[in-house]
Each structure stands twice: as C-alpha cells, then as structure tokens.
C-alpha cells in the first residue's frame, strides 16, 4: 500500500528552525515529483516547495525562498523540508505530496506553530 508518513512538526519560537520528514513505501519513489504543501487556518492551501524527480531542480513559493530547503534521500524514500529563520505567519498544517503517473499522494499533515 502507498504511505506517506510526515514527521518533525511542533511548536517553535519566532527565528526557530525546524525540520520535517516524510517517509515513503509503496510506490517507486525516485519516478516521482515530490512537493510540501501547506494550509493556515481560514487560508487555502499553498504550495511551498517542491522538487523534479527527473532533474532534481526545486521551486520554492517567494515567502518561503531562502528560508526553507527540499530536499530527498531516495536510499531511504524519505523526503525532508528544513525550516529556518520560521516566522508566526509559517503557522499551518503541512503534507507532503508525491505525484507521477496522473496519481498524487498525500500524507496526514503534521501541524507548525511559531509563536511570537
């Protein structure tokens, strides 16, 4: 069965880093796209960062450049979002995605919390 699995959410101070994890089986990971998505309470949800299976190039949404990185380890099907200098406004709920093939998955979530 296809499983995403995040991991490493929390509650952080303004300026904390914080690193989330998204563990992946049952699909052949490295065919992939891969992306963090996230959600804030009463806003829509927006894409953060994504990465290409085929070239390995990343995007990041512009709140977000410079501060996060995505990043992968396809040994272990993991995929990983690092989070610094993180701000109130980074406050959400986050899912990993996959997509290829004409199929996406998604993890659970894992919520963020920055506090002022």
């Known amino acids: 069965e296809v499983q995403l699995v995040e991991s490493g959410g929390g509650l952080v101070q303004a300026g904390g880093s914080l690193k989330l994890s998204c563990a992946a089986s049952?699909?052949?990971?490295?065919?992939?796209?891969i992306a963090w998505f996230r959600q804030a309470p009463g806003k829509e949800r927006e894409r953060v960062a994504c990465?290409?299976?085929?070239?390995?190039?990343?995007d990041y949404a512009h709140s977000v450049k410079g501060r996060f990185t995505i990043s992968s380890d396809n040994a272990k099907t993991t995929m990983y979002l690092r989070m610094n200098s993180l701000k109130p406004e980074d406050t959400a709920v986050y899912y990993c995605?996959?997509?290829?093939?004409?199929?996406?998955?998604w993890g659970q979530g894992t919520q963020v919390t920055v506090s002022s």
């Open positions: 995605n996959a997509v290829g093939g004409g199929q996406a998955y």
């Open positions: 049952g699909f052949t990971f490295d065919d992939y796209a």
């Open positions: 990465i290409s299976s085929r070239d390995r190039s990343t």
